[in-house]
């Protein structure tokens, strides 16, 4: 999938993130035995992506991005519904994640899906110095 889509990626990358993985980094996702990448694809069209890591049994969610002409639309909480569906499948105990305050959207999603806010990361983001808010969702 990744080569097929490479570009796609990168754009909708470039255009959901202050500070946008670059190509080494999907590459380097791409080589880790505990990271999966998923696309979510209608047609032809890439409309989003999921790397997330699977250790043991925790899942943790690295990057989701959704297209921007494809937001709202409920396509994030698509993937994340799959994710959870086949963690649970997998008998994994809970999935993590990190995500910015400064991101309504996206904590609205997490909060809607179950995610609760377990503890700060202060100035996780080296980019602005920005918290972190560590959100988990127990999935026994």
């Known amino acids: 999938m990744f080569k097929r889509f490479q570009k796609d990626i990168l754009c909708i990358e470039?255009?959901?993130f202050i500070t946008p993985w670059k190509l080494p980094q999907f590459?380097?996702?791409?080589?880790?035995?505990?990271?999966h990448m998923?696309?979510?694809i209608e047609g032809e069209e890439l409309i989003g992506y999921i790397c997330f890591w699977m250790v043991v049994d925790e899942v943790h969610i690295m990057n989701?991005?959704?297209r921007a002409d494809m937001r709202r639309k409920g396509m994030a909480k698509l993937l994340l519904s799959e994710l959870i569906r086949f963690a649970k499948s997998r008998n994994m105990s809970k999935?993590?994640?990190?995500?910015r305050p400064s991101n309504k959207a996206?904590?609205?999603?997490y909060k809607k899906m179950g995610f609760k806010k377990v503890a700060i990361r202060k100035k996780y983001y080296s980019d602005t110095n920005e918290d972190a808010i560590v959100m988990a969702l127990d999935l026994k």
Do not use: Q
């Open 27 to 35: 590459v380097d996702e791409l080589n880790n035995p505990y990271s």
């Open 95 to 99: 999935i993590w994640l990190e995500v």
């Open 106 to 109: 996206a904590l609205s999603l």
């Open 38 to 40: 998923w696309g979510l």
């Open 14 to 16: 470039k255009n959901s």
């Open 64 to 66: 989701i991005a959704i």
